[in-house]
């Protein structure tokens, strides 16, 4: 079983920028990072496979930025330019299976971290 811890979430205004950390305690290929706003579904945010291939939310595009470190079984979300509707408890996923891109669809995950909150102020 491998357990993920997130950190670096908090309170930031909008415009502003915060990064998101992901530590696995053993080797997994996909990694994503899910949210879930009160009052609606989990959404998927964005995913990197083993070898960096990226895969990102229309929402997201050209705001937030996923990478991972393999050596320290890390991913990390870097997200910038954000608006009040990015407000979330955001998930870490990880997944057993390899793929050609990172899947957006939650069931592809095996493992889930406990969700760490981010709040944009406006």
């Known amino acids: 079983q491998v357990q993920l811890v997130e950190s670096g979430g908090g309170l930031v205004q909008a415009g502003g920028s915060l990064r998101l950390s992901c530590a696995a305690s053993?080797?997994?290929?996909?990694m994503g990072w899910f949210r879930q706003a009160p009052g609606k579904e989990r959404e998927f945010v964005a995913a990197i496979s083993w070898s960096a291939i990226t895969n990102y939310a229309d929402s997201v595009k050209g705001r937030f930025t996923i990478s991972r470190d393999n050596a320290k079984n890390t991913v990390y979300l870097q997200m910038s330019s954000l608006k009040p509707e990015d407000t979330a408890v955001y998930y870490c996923?990880?997944?057993?299976?390899?793929?050609?891109?990172?899947?957006?669809?939650?069931?592809?995950?095996?493992?889930w971290g406990q969700g760490t909150q981010v709040t944009v102020s406006s």
């Open positions: 053993g080797r997994t290929y996909a």
């Open positions: 996923a990880a997944g057993r299976a390899t793929y050609s891109s990172p899947p957006a669809r939650s069931m592809a995950y095996d493992y």
